[in-house]
């Protein structure tokens, strides 16, 4: 009866167990390929950077870096010089307002007289505030006087010259015209100018 009884075979030994471990390994197998595939695929290769072209991109990244600080400060600069022209034009314009108008009226024609007939600083206030002149107040008369843009001494120098040319006057006649109450109202030194400058 003993002789009957077969001897069972460890199970690693059946065929069975040998297909599953044979399938198992092919899987694995392949698994691992397709990560090796996967790897070379994704992986790029890792180009280290050389000592110049590290110092060549700082330097270009130092300069960007400046250059548009740069930009920057010049548009604030530009900005403000914006705001500043725009509010030194608003103070002018509430300032041009708030002068009355026969104070605007004395300049003009102040600068008339100056321009045509080459009177003095005194010459022209006197006229601008002269009952048989113009008979602007006084003060119209002093702003007038305050804010011409003129050159007293050229003046001087036309007015001589033309003395000169018209009534062939000697150099002291036309001084003494030129610093006369009477006559032109100039200061000596813009006289003596004149009469330098025939």
Request: zero cysteines; aromatic letters at 8%; a negative charge.
């Amino acid at each position: 009866m003993s002789e009957k009884i077969k001897a069972k075979k460890p199970f690693y030994k059946r065929w069975w167990f040998i297909v599953i471990a044979v399938i198992v390994i092919i899987g694995a197998i392949g698994s691992m390929g397709e990560e090796d595939a996967d790897k070379v695929e994704t992986t790029s290769p890792v180009v280290e950077e050389t000592a110049d072209e590290k110092a060549a991109r700082e330097t270009k990244e130092t300069e960007d870096k400046v250059a548009t600080e740069q930009k920057a400060l010049e548009e604030a600069a530009a900005k403000a010089e914006e705001e500043k022209v725009a509010q030194e034009e608003a103070e002018a314009k509430a300032k041009e307002e708030s002068i009355p108008r026969e104070h605007k009226s004395a300049l003009k024609k102040a600068e008339s007289y100056v321009e045509t007939m080459y009177m003095s600083k005194a010459g022209v206030y006197d006229q601008l505030t002269s009952e048989y002149g113009e008979g602007f107040p006084p003060e119209a008369a002093q702003y007038a006087i305050d804010n011409i843009e003129a050159d007293w001494k050229e003046s001087a120098l036309k007015k001589a010259q033309t003395y000169a040319e018209t009534m062939d006057m000697s150099d002291a006649a036309i001084y003494d015209q030129l610093i006369s109450e009477h006559g032109e109202k100039f200061t000596p030194e813009e006289a003596q100018y004149a009469v330098d400058n025939l």
